[in-house]
């Protein structure tokens, strides 16, 4: 039996690992699917993040949490867990791909979320072959190329200025023609030579061969079809909030949810059942930042191990 079991390994369990373990719970495992780190990992860039002065890329700023929680006691199982279930004995159950089962007395949700589709017609067909969600990941095969970037918000943005420094021209497409990313980077993003805004445009289809992307159709402002010839596009249209794990067999979530998916919290990270708590990302009025995210997890740790001080 787990003392706690944390689900995800991006800055919210990450730190929760560390408060959990450091905070003197000897059994607790952190399940991650991946690499730890989140998806903090597939940006070019952080400078937000309180002490660290330097800019730096996403892999090279988590590494170290990752090390640190290590040094604890966390261990890490790479594994990608299907369903969170709640026993009449108080335990939960956590049901892993493939079939094994853990047990646990608590578990901290920290599965943060995933890229949205656009819906463009050619965007599945093309994913992996010219359309792509991760500029740092992907950006290197457009040394010099032209790229467009898709969205209005701080990831494209930050993502069109990093694509920029390696590609020969991006084309930024929004579909409103006000930005909803922070100040300072729309104006980092409006002095960039390399950078044309299409505003008020809409992406209507992504067409290639076999080969892959060979470019998209905009529909304009003016109502006209743009043709812009690009071997890649990198959406960036928001993000998905991650909760299947909590779906229980009736179609029901385990705990309370808000409207758009989010886990209900209260100020502990304390959900509507006993001994789950939820952190970061995931979690109702989640402020999208790996800040805010550290935090929920140090809280969601502390108050696991007085719920587990307290059973019995
Ligand atoms: P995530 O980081 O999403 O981590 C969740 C983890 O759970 C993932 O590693 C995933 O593999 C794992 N997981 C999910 N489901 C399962 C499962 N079923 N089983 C096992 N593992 C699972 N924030 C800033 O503060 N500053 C920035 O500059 C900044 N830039 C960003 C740039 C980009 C491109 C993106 C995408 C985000 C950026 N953010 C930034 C936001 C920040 O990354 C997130 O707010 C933060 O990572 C959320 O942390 P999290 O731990 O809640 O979730
Ligand atoms: P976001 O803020 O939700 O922005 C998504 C953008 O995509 C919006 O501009 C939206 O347009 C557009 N869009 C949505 N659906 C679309 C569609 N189907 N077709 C075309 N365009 C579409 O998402 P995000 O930029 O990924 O940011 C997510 C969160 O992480 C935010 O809270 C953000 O602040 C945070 N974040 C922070 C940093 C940082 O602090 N440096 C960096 C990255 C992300 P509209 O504007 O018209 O709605």
Redesign the pocket.
Known sequence: MLDLAIIGGGPAGLSAGLYATRGGLKNVVMFEKGMPGGQITLSSEIE?YPGVAQVMDGISFMTPWNEQCMRFGLKHEMLNIKQILKNDDGNFSIKIEGGEIKLAKAVIVCTGSYP?K??FKGEDEFFGKGVSTCATCDGFFYKNKEVAV???????L?EALYLANICSKVHLI???DE??A?PLIIEKVKKNEKIELITCA?IEEAYGDKTGLMGVKIKVKDGSIKDLKVPGIFT????NVRNEILKQDDGKFLCQMEEGGQVSVDLKMQTSVKGLFAAGDLRKDA???VICAAGDGAVAALSAISYIENLH
């Open positions: 937000n949205k656009a819906g898709l969205g209005g918000g701080d990831t494209a930050e929004h579909r409103r930005f909803r922070a809409s960036f249209v928001g993000l402020p999208k930042q």
